[in-house]
């Protein structure tokens, strides 16, 4: 309804910042409220929701019992996504770990429109998906949610991550020039190495993260990393003395080629 220019409208979507758009092209809305639809919300209940792409990667983590947001580095979730996750997990205490230092902030935001509706919810700002597992094989959904959210944080601060993948473009980085199609290797978000082969670099990169020492590896290689290579990284942390135990999974994401977690 509306007079002179000037209208109430209601709707119901799914992408709450897809109609925002909408709205703001064809005027200047005022007084806007979103409101959740949320039926059969356990409070006491405790669920995990993580960000995450690549179906094999996905899978791991939903049958390891999270609620995973589809989101890839070409196509981040939105704050409306997100919210919807929060929502949709069932449970009145979420913890929430966007594996991306560029989705924190759009986590933070979807955290805040969820509490005001009642949600108990905690941003563990995770950087990478690798800290995402370590922190999901520790959780306990039973236990206390203070307690769960310490020892899932203790975890994600922990676990030390790495990548391996591909220079899009020519650049001068911290560990000398790349150009195009070169292979980059890089520690907790920083560049490390250049270079021209995955199996050379991928070794470079885990024997960085093992320098301060790790009991446990974990490999996940994209959807153009070669199981051969997952095999022969297997078998060079394997020849390290001692040994950490390391676990592989395809996980079937893009660009990366690689990425690795210690722990």
Request: aromatic share 2%.
């Amino acid at each position: 309804m509306g007079d002179a220019g000037l209208w109430r409208v209601h709707v119901h979507v799914d992408d709450t910042d897809a109609a925002l758009v909408v709205l703001r092209e064809l005027g200047d809305p005022d007084a806007v409220e979103i409101t959740p639809l949320v039926s059969g919300t356990d409070p006491d209940a405790t669920a995990v929701v993580q960000c995450a792409s690549g179906e094999g990667l996905v899978t791991l983590l939903r049958d390891a019992g999270a609620v995973v947001v589809e989101s890839s580095a070409g196509r981040r979730a939105s704050i409306g996504q997100v919210l919807a996750a929060l929502h949709g997990s069932g449970a009145g205490r979420v913890l929430l770990l966007p594996n991306d230092s560029d989705l924190v902030l759009a986590s933070e935001a979807a955290a805040e429109d969820a509490r005001a509706t009642g949600l108990d919810v905690v941003v563990v700002p995770s950087r990478s998906v690798v800290q995402g597992l370590a922190a999901q094989a520790v959780v306990d959904p039973a236990a206390d949610f203070a307690e769960s959210r310490v020892v899932v944080e203790q975890t994600v601060a922990a676990t030390g991550y790495g990548e391996v993948t591909v220079a899009s473009r020519d650049a001068d980085t911290a560990a000398g020039p790349c150009r195009a199609g070169d292979v980059l290797g890089l520690v907790a978000g920083e560049i490390v190495e250049v270079g021209d082969s995955l199996d050379e670099v991928a070794r470079d990169v885990v024997d960085r993260l093992l320098a301060d020492g790790g009991e446990l590896v974990t490999a996940l290689g994209g959807q153009d990393c070669p199981d051969e290579s997952l095999d022969r990284l297997a078998a060079h942390v394997g020849s390290r003395q001692p040994a950490p135990e390391i676990t592989v999974h395809q996980g079937g994401f893009a660009p990366a080629l690689l990425l690795l977690g210690v722990e």
